[in-house]
């Protein structure tokens, strides 16, 4: 039994100067000066803040692109997200066309070794015939409940129209959850190769390639789908302004919808791109950066409730050797960039120290969202009895600067090089279990789990839009537009 003593515990919903007591891997009490005349070792963690550990809903790992693989494996990754705060992630099983799902997900399964954090997968969709709805119910029987297309990509994995509203069909009916990557890959073709064949050949033409309105277009449909199907929706790496008003305007309009927001995104802005070459290389994922309204956009979306979690999207592929040998063909870069690590610092240094986002908003965007939205929860995302003892304790007054070279993912370049932070994770536990201590992993060996997730009939996010202005002293965007 461990008595974590004298800090502030933090949930969606406030703060309070509680204790914390967990057995085993679980959380069995929470309250004012618990008693630990029962032997318990106590931490007393002298006034830092007491968090769910994180929860990354969106990463790649071993994951393959452009005829080359990522460099984090889910060794890597996981020890990466861990070192950073993050206690479970959830990775993707995408099956070659016509390969079944089952037979995905044991390949996946047998990829995913030495795992540092916990983690789950969601099940894409990239084919469809008739044996498919009973493939979805079993998959959901095997915790499995989250289904992700594509309507970019159009030659893999992508999918079209009929098949978008076969699978939004069946998740209605099963009451389970579509995950959608919203780009318009016909308009996307078309501009990538009129590009190629003008002479835009650079990674400086990704974004003229993608521009908001393959996005937006995107959108619509799959918010309108879901509304005449009756899915279950959560739309991926939400981007710019009019995303924002569709997803408010749809959701108004009764769709079952949440949305998601990566933290590339939020940081940056298609400047990056201006310079050409190798530089711009770094940054080419989809959707590209965007402009500073939409930036801007994004995170008020995150201060209303309009999007409901923030993700890294990780796809770490090397600028050296595998990015830039092809800065003559933008068209065949390796698309992602890396972030595991990086996603609770960066967000509370420029979401709660900068003002932009409350404390509490911080936990539920970085993990209880996440929980509710994706069937983990009350395992996870809070902490409270009967939760898995995932616990983060942090540091609000650590000072780091993001490099490279003392970074914990395994690719070359850090999107986030020279950004300065304040606070830090100082110890992050897994299941009961020290696994973090400073900046160094304790553990003896990787005890991360599979995660069986099940959705609730209906937990909604915790919208900040529905709380009392008070609760928001802190609503005072100060963005510097020319990026931090
Ligand atoms: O650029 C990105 N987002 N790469 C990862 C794969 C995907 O499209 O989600
Ligand atoms: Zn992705």
Redesign the pocket.
């Known amino acids: 039994m461990i008595l974590f003593r004298g800090g502030t515990l933090l949930s969606s919903t406030g703060a309070k100067r509680w204790d914390v007591l967990t057995n085993g891997e679980s959380v069995v009490a929470v309250g004012p000066d618990l008693d630990h005349s029962n032997g318990a070792a106590v931490v007393d963690i002298g006034g830092a803040l007491l968090l769910p550990g994180g929860i990354d809903p969106?990463v790649?790992f071993h994951?393959e692109?452009a005829g080359t693989h990522t460099r984090d494996t889910f060794e890597s990754g996981s020890r990466a997200a861990i070192l950073g705060g993050t206690t479970t992630v959830i990775d993707f099983i995408t099956p070659g066309r016509g390969q079944s799902l089952s037979g995905a997900l044991a390949e996946r399964r047998g990829e995913a070794r030495d795992v540092w954090c916990d983690y789950g997968l969601h099940q894409s969709i990239t084919s469809w015939d008739e044996r498919m709805p009973e493939a979805m119910e079993k998959m959901a029987r095997e915790g499995i409940p989250s289904f992700k297309v594509?309507l970019?990509?159009r030659n893999s994995p992508g999918i079209d129209g009929e098949t978008l509203l076969a699978v939004m069909e069946t998740a209605a009916r099963l009451d389970l959850l579509i995950l959608c990557?919203c780009e318009d890959a016909a308009a996307i073709e078309y501009l990538r190769d009129k590009l190629y064949t003008e002479g835009h050949r650079g990674p400086e033409w990704h974004p003229s390639s993608r521009p908001p309105a393959t996005e937006s277009s995107a959108v619509a449909r799959a918010c309108s789908y879901a509304q005449i199907t009756g899915a279950r929706l959560h739309i991926?790496?939400v981007s710019t302004a009019s995303s924002c008003s569709a997803i408010a305007a749809a959701r108004q309009a009764g769709a079952r919808l949440t949305g998601e927001a990566c933290l590339h995104h939020l940081v940056h802005t298609d400047s990056h791109y201006e310079v050409g070459g190798p530089e711009a290389a770094k940054f080419?994922?989809?959707?590209p950066l965007r402009s500073p309204a939409d930036r801007r956009a994004l995170w008020l979306a995150l201060q209303e409730g309009v999007l409901d979690e923030v993700a890294t999207?990780h796809?770490a592929f090397d600028l050296e050797g595998q990015k830039d040998r092809h800065l003559d063909d933008f068209r065949a870069i390796p698309?992602?960039?890396p972030g595991v690590a990086d996603r609770m610092p960066v967000l509370y240094s420029l979401g709660v120290v900068e003002q932009r986002l409350n404390v509490w908003d911080w936990v539920a965007l970085t993990s209880e969202n996440s929980a509710r939205i994706f069937g983990l929860f009350p395992r996870k995302g809070l902490i409270r009895p009967g939760s898995d003892a995932d616990l983060l304790v942090w540091d609000p007054d650590a000072s780091t600067t993001i490099a490279v070279r003392s970074g914990a993912h395994l690719c070359d370049y850090s999107p986030y090089e020279g950004l300065i932070l304040r606070g830090a994770p100082s110890r992050v536990y897994l299941r009961g279990s020290l696994v973090v201590d400073g900046s160094s992993l304790v553990a003896p060996e990787p005890r991360g789990r599979f995660i069986r997730r099940s959705l609730e009939p209906s937990i909604p996010p915790q919208h900040r839009s529905r709380r009392p202005n008070s609760d928001h002293p802190s609503r005072r965007p100060t963005w510097r537009d020319e990026g931090p």
Request: hydrophobic fraction near 30%; charged fraction near 5%; proline fraction near 5%.
């Open positions: 969106h790649h994951h692109a594509y970019a990509y990557h991926v790496h080419v994922m989809s959707p999207d796809c698309n992602g960039v």
